[in-house]
């Protein structure tokens, strides 16, 4: 299974489709400010984490994002300093949805 060493700030799908209605549903905003959940994660940790909780095993290989877009995630342009829009965290997504079913 391969993965990254790139980082993200996951919010809930919950959270982001509230925002969308408002935004939706509000008067013309322009540009707002990008959402971002309550934590940083790097895509590694969310793949062990949830093979963990699924109780599975898989061989891992690092990939590396080449080009000028892999050197931009791997210096987190990604990642947004705005104020957090989401509270749930992975762990918490996984104990709700993944341990529940």
Known sequence: MPFT???????????????LAELTLGRPAGRVADMAGPRT????ELQCSYLETVGKRRVR?????PGKAGKAYRAGVNLSSETP????????????????A
């Not at 060493?5 to 925002?19: E, G, M, V």
């Not at 994660?41 to 590694?44: D, F, I, V």
């Not at 290989?61 to 994002?65: D, T």
């Not at 829009?85 to 997504?93: K, N, Y």
């Open 61 to 65: 290989l690092p990939i590396r994002v």
């Open 85 to 100: 829009a989401g509270t749930e965290t992975w762990e918490e997504f996984l104990a709700a949805h993944v341990l529940a």
């Open 41 to 44: 994660y790097s895509l590694e």
């Open 5 to 19: 060493l790139l980082r993200a700030r996951l919010t809930s799908c919950r959270t982001a489709a509230a925002r």
